[in-house]
């Protein structure tokens, strides 16, 4: 598929519909067309001719749409960072991906502003080159970046429309997700490619309950897009029904557990749309399972199905060999197929073992732990690593360890999950201090959540923390993680 193309199209046919709504503002295609092909003129006159990316940093401004489009079109692939990051985090992702430059919101509008009033020549882009890098914890301290090819989102995208059939030009898609996590590469290609409105949630709205009511109300979403945990809180509100929403078509979940009572609260409320479970780790290129549940599906099943895989792409079940497993029996979760990444970028090592064993085909090891059942239907039961998802954020609890370790005062540290309803609500960080002096458990806790906080985002940032002398052992001489997990 040529994405940009068809992005493009509908800026020449429907020039006034609107493309993108953030807050009080609005984008319409034809200003997309035109304000992604300025940037890309600028573009081409001041990048370096190497093959560098382009990081893109903001939140949900419509200039975030225009600077993905205008780095393509100049033949470049963007890092999208959301301004929530600290600036610790956002100088590594960009010393990482080695990025040509940084483009703000503001930096955005002034090319444009200066950029000459002509359509550039723009390069012909190939589907096997870079379109995004995505970020994610890396259990070292370190963000890793997930490449993604155009090919492998068109894999994606090309899967979606056929299963979705979206209503060309008339749908509204829910963006929740910041721009750098890739849940939020389903709401914004699927709208842009099917010359929909991207309606996007920002933090100030979800910051406040009653806004996000007032907020949804007004945005006439068809297909929404979330998170599980970000349905759940909207939940909350008896008014969150279809009487809010009436033009709801369907729910699209990706990123974490769908617990059963939020998918049978949501076919109750919404008895006119579709509840869709969909899996897939930011490696595979968003999700890579689908299945619309009922409430037949609902009543067979305590831990929902995760779905089938699209056309043309495998999911193996393997022991801890890499041997294949029969259906029914659990193991590692590989997936193969052409919407796989071809790596992390600069991380040679890390990314042979990961996107290994794919007989040809490329292949990522999930870390995820599942069941095929007889029917080919996909069952995610856990991690093998500690990696966890909390609010739809992926976190490897090794990172937050790291980011502690460095602090000063601090000999080793551990970092769990605090569960609720089996699910991680929180974090809790057990540290052992090089000596404490006279300071208190608070002025600790106070100290370290703000050191944390300049070098990881907020939601990585543990909650609790509980100050020991040493760590409780195993048989093998490891830190006991079980018995830290009895002290919550
Ligand atoms: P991310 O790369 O942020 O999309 O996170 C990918 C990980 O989220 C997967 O490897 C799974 O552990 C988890 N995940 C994604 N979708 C689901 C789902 N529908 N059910 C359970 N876990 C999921």
Redesign the pocket.
């Given at each position: 598929m040529d994405i940009v193309g068809s992005i493009d199209r509908w800026g020449r046919l429907t020039p006034d519909r609107i493309a993108h709504v953030s807050g009080a503002r609005k984008l319409t295609y034809g200003e997309l067309l035109d304000a992604s092909d300025f940037l890309a003129a600028s573009l081409l006159v001041t990048l370096p001719e190497n093959a560098s990316p382009v990081l893109v940093l903001g939140h949900k401004e419509p200039e975030m749409l225009i600077a993905f489009l205008g780095v393509l079109k100049a033949g470049r692939a963007y890092v999208p960072v959301d301004t929530s990051l600290p600036r610790t985090r956002i100088a590594q992702i960009a010393n990482r991906s080695e990025c040509a430059t940084i483009l703000t919101p503001e930096d955005v509008s002034k090319r444009i502003a200066e950029a000459p009033r002509e359509r550039p020549r723009l390069p012909p882009r190939d589907p096997g080159a870079p379109h995004y890098v995505i970020f994610?914890s890396g259990s070292t301290g370190e963000p890793k970046g997930v490449v993604i090819t155009s090919a492998n989102l068109s894999v994606f995208l090309n899967w979606m429309l056929a299963e979705q059939r979206f209503a060309n030009g008339d749908e509204v898609f829910l963006n929740q997700a910041p721009f750098s996590?890739?849940?939020s590469v389903m709401d914004l290609y699927l709208s842009l490619v099917t010359g929909g409105t991207l309606f996007s949630v920002t933090k100030e709205d979800v910051s406040n309950l009653k806004r996000l009511y007032e907020v949804l109300a007004v945005s006439s979403v068809t297909t929404w897009v979330s998170t599980p945990s970000f349905a759940q809180l909207c939940l909350a509100d008896s008014q969150f029904r279809e009487e809010l929403l009436p033009g709801m078509r369907r729910f699209l979940?990706?990123?974490?557990?769908?617990p059963p009572f939020v998918a049978g609260a949501l076919l109750d409320r919404f008895p006119s749309a579709s509840v869709w479970?969909?899996?897939?780790?930011?490696?595979a290129t968003?999700?890579m399972t689908s299945i619309r549940l009922d409430k037949e599906t609902l009543a067979r099943h305590s831990s929902l199905p995760?779905g089938f895989p699209m056309p043309g792409v495998q999911v193996e079940i393997m022991d801890e060999s890499g041997s294949p497993m029969p259906p029914g029996t659990p193991g590692e979760i590989l997936i193969r197929g052409a919407n796989v990444s071809s790596g992390y970028l600069g991380q040679p090592e890390l990314s042979e073992r990961v996107f290994s064993g794919g007989n040809g085909a490329a292949s990522y090891r999930?870390?995820?732990l599942g069941y095929l059942d007889s029917t080919g239907l996909l069952f995610?039961t856990g991690?093998m690593d500690d990696?966890i998802?909390l609010s739809g954020y992926?976190i490897e609890l090794g990172d937050i360890e790291a980011n502690l370790r460095e602090l000063p005062g601090v000999r080793d540290a551990i970092v769990l999950p605090v569960l609720k309803n089996g699910r991680p609500d929180a974090l809790a960080a057990f540290v052992i201090l090089l000596g404490r002096g006279e300071a208190s458990d608070l002025e600790l806790l106070l100290a370290m959540r703000g050191e944390l906080s300049k070098s990881l985002p907020a939601y990585m940032v543990p909650k609790r923390f509980i100050f020991l002398e040493t760590f409780p052992m195993t048989a093998n001489g490891k830190a006991n993680r079980d018995k830290l997990g009895e002290l919550l």
């Open positions: 994610t996590f890739d849940l979940f990706c990123g974490e557990t769908l479970n969909t899996y897939g780790p930011t490696e968003v999700a995760v999930t870390g995820d995610v991690r990696q998802k992926r």
